[in-house]
């Protein structure tokens, strides 16, 4: 059978259509069925509490149900790993956090590269650090604690929840910034940080807000100052750091992730429908309730954020010479 050449310029230009108008009708009919979102940490910590929040919503609103599913270990590498290795068709999604972009220089082994293989969805969260001292410890400002520590270097202890952690990295930046030497003490998690700085066996921990603000309040910690370049509405007579430290800047944060590859029909409209619960008033009110700050973005800036935390605290893991455990 012959065809003019109308008619085959008519089926090639159809033909070149199919791949879009086939990622088109992926991304609308998406999903067809469960969704996992792997979380790389414990039940109860800050990524598992917003991977389920936002799971919720998203069950909500697209018809299917979001299952967090929780593969703590390796500094939540081990759920990297795994989305990494997944389908890359929208059905397995990872909690994304500060942590691996601190991970990504801190392991120099791993299997995968986070900046490659993990496909930017969506940033939900930042979270602030506080900068906390016991009470019985003699400073009450930041300035006094740089001069305390400078005249006494190495006789302060820094607590952390772990090596490599957001808190740990806070800590080290500001030693960095400041020119002062602190001893880091890392724990293995946050509460038996806390528990060893209300005690009075170290001396000073950066936390998250969320973890420490309750002993703030009944004050069993004193706040010296929060690590974002503005002032948190949970603590609004806190100064920042950077009052005192010009450019110091440190938060936690969370978003979504995907395996690289993830058509982008369906990366815009996981994305789309997490923007639309940062702007939903009883989203915003539950993740307040967290201490954090509402943080959207579309997947490229993601992408150009997570791709600037790498460089920072990669300078800051080989300028302190941070080894993993």
Do not use: C
């Not at 050449?5 to 090639?12: D, G, N, Q, S, T």
């Not at 009110?285 to 990669?314: C, H, M, V, Y």
Request: glycine fraction near 8%; charge should be positive; hydrophobic fraction near 45%.
């Amino acid at each position: 059978m012959k065809f003019s050449r109308r008619r085959l310029l008519h089926l090639a230009a159809g033909a070149a259509t199919l791949p879009a108008l086939s990622r088109i009708a992926r991304g609308e009919a998406y999903p067809e069925r469960p969704v996992r979102i792997l979380v790389g940490f414990q039940g109860g910590t800050a990524s598992d509490i917003i991977a389920r929040l936002t799971g919720q919503w998203l069950s909500e609103r697209l018809g299917q149900q979001f299952v967090v599913e929780n593969r703590p270990g390796a500094a939540g590498n081990n759920a990297a790993e795994a989305v990494v290795r997944a389908v890359p068709d929208g059905y397995t999604l990872l909690t994304v956090a500060a942590v691996h972009s601190i991970s990504a220089t801190l392991y120099e082994n791993l299997n995968f590269s986070f900046a490659r293989d993990i496909a930017p969805v969506a940033s939900i969260i930042r979270t602030p650090l506080v900068m906390e001292v016991n009470p019985s410890f003699g400073v009450t400002t930041v300035p006094e604690f740089i001069a305390y520590a400078k005249v006494n270097p190495g006789k302060i202890n820094m607590a952390s929840p772990g090596i490599g952690t957001i808190q740990h990295t806070a800590g080290e930046l500001f030693q960095m910034m400041t020119g002062t030497k602190m001893v880091h003490v890392p724990y293995r998690g946050a509460p038996p940080a806390l528990m060893d700085l209300i005690g009075g066996r170290v001396q000073v921990m950066f936390d998250v807000t969320v973890s420490s603000i309750e002993y703030i309040k009944t004050g069993k910690l004193r706040p010296l100052a929060v690590t974002t370049t503005m002032r948190v509405e949970a603590l609004p007579q806190v100064p920042v750091i950077a009052d005192f430290v010009p450019g110091y800047e440190a938060s936690g944060w969370i978003g979504i992730g995907a395996p690289k590859n993830t058509p982008s029909a369906i990366v815009e409209k996981l994305n789309r429908e997490v923007n639309s619960a940062l702007a939903d008033p009883n989203f915003k009110a539950r993740l307040a309730e967290t201490g954090g700050q509402i943080f959207a973005n579309s997947p490229a800036e993601f992408g150009k954020f997570i791709t600037e935390e790498i460089d920072k605290w990669g300078k800051v893991i080989q300028a302190a010479n941070i080894k993993p455990e």
